[in-house]
C-alpha cells in the first residue's frame, strides 16, 4: 500500500486552535504538538471562523507557505484533495469526491464526531451551518444568541472549552470501529482564559478594552489603542492558553495512540492587537491570515 493509501485508511483528528497566532506558537512551549512533526508557517483561506472551516471541511486547509504540507517526513502538496472541486491529478494527499470531509469519512463507514466552543459552532443559532454539517456534535461554548457586552466577555474558562473535555471525546472516539474527530478550540480566542491564564484586575480591564476595540472598529468612539507592552500581555496570555491547550491534547494522543490515527492541528486564522491600526480578524492582515501548522501520526 502506497503512503498516500496507508494516509487515507488511518483514523483522523482534525483539531482548529481558535485565533491562534502563528508568532505566538513560534514562541510557545509546546511539546505534544512538536511530537506531531515540525512547526509550519501557514497560511488560512479564510479570515474569520465561518470561511476558514467551511474551507478546511472542503479539503482547504490552511497551506504552508513554502507550498508543501510535511507528514511524517513526507512532503504532500494538501493532506486531502478534493477531487469534485479539483478535477486535474493533485500531487499526493487524501483524494475525495464527497461534498466535505464529514460527508467523505461517513461514507467510508467512519464515526463521524464534531465539538466545538466557539458561538459559530453553537447548533442551537439558525445562521451556524459549520456544526450541522456533522451527524454527531457536541458544543461546550457560551449560547451564541446570548446578548453580550464587553465585560460580559471577560471571564474567566474552564469547561466551556473543548479541551476540557478530551477524556469523554477519547471515549467516544474509541468506541468506533474508525473515527474522524473535529475539535475546534476556543481557549486561544479572545478572552485568552485557560486554567493555565486566569484574569487579574488589570487583565480583565485591558480585554474589556480589547473588546470595545473590536466593536468600534475606526469608529471615533474607539478607546485608547493598546500599546507594544498592553499587546505583548494580551499575546502572552494567549500563550499560556495555547500551552495549556498542547497539555489537553497531550492527555488525547496518548489515549489514541494506539489506533495510530492522522492528526492535524492548525489555526483558523489569527488575530491583530493593533499592528496596522486594527483590532481582532476578519479583514486580511498577515497576522490574522498567517497560522501554525502540525501534522503527523501518532504511533504506539
Ligand atoms: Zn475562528
Known amino acids: 500500500m502506497s503512503v498516500d493509501a496507508e494516509l487515507a485508511t488511518r483514523d483522523v483528528v482534525l483539531v482548529t486552535l481558535d485565533s491562534c497566532r502563528y508568532d505566538t506558537a513560534r514562541t510557545a512551549d509546546l511539546p505534544a504538538l512538536s511530537s506531531l512533526g515540525p512547526l509550519q508557517r501557514a497560511e488560512s483561506p479564510g479570515t474569520f471562523t465561518l470561511p476558514a472551516h467551511a474551507a478546511m471541511f472542503t479539503g482547504f486547509l490552511p497551506r504552508p507557505t513554502e507550498g508543501c504540507v510535511e507528514v511524517a517526513g513526507k512532503r504532500l502538496g494538501s493532506i486531502w484533495r478534493s477531487a469534485a472541486a479539483r478535477g486535474r491529478p493533485g500531487d499526493g494527499g487524501i483524494s475525495f469526491r464527497a461534498p466535505t470531509l464529514m460527508d467523505h469519512y461517513a461514507d467510508q463507514g467512519y464515526r463521524v464526531l464534531g465539538a466545538g466552543g466557539v458561538t459559530f459552532f453553537d447548533p442551537t443559532h439558525p445562521c451556524n451551518s459549520l456544526p450541522t454539517r456533522f451527524p454527531e456534535f457536541r458544543y461546550f461554548g457560551r449560547v451564541a444568541a446570548s446578548p453580550a457586552d464587553a465585560a460580559a466577555r471577560v471571564v474567566d474558562r474552564d469547561t466551556s472549552l473543548t479541551l476540557a473535555h478530551v477524556d469523554e471525546l477519547a471515549q467516544t472516539c474509541l468506541q468506533a470501529e474508525r473515527f474522524f474527530c473535529f475539535i475546534n478550540c476556543p481557549c486561544t480566542h479572545i478572552p485568552y482564559t485557560s486554567p493555565a491564564a486566569v484574569l487579574s484586575e488589570a487583565t480583565a ?3 474589556e478594552r480589547l473588546y470595545r476595540l473590536h466593536d468600534a472598529g475606526p469608529s471615533a468612539a474607539a478607546p485608547r489603542p493598546l500599546d507594544a507592552a498592553e499587546a505583548a500581555t494580551l499575546q502572552n496570555m494567549q500563550r499560556r492558553c495555547l500551552e495549556w491547550a498542547d ?10 495512540a494506539h489506533r ?3 492528526v492535524v492541528v492548525c489555526g483558523d486564522h489569527g488575530d491583530e492587537f493593533g499592528e496596522d491600526g486594527r483590532y481582532g480578524h476578519g479583514h486580511p492582515h498577515p497576522t490574522v491570515t498567517t497560522v501554525p501548522l502540525w501534522c503527523g501520526l501518532l504511533e504506539r
Open 260 to 262: 495510530r490515527p492522522l
Open 205 to 207: 480591564v485591558l480585554l
Open 247 to 256: 497539555a489537553r491534547l497531550g492527555r488525547l494522543f496518548v489515549q489514541l
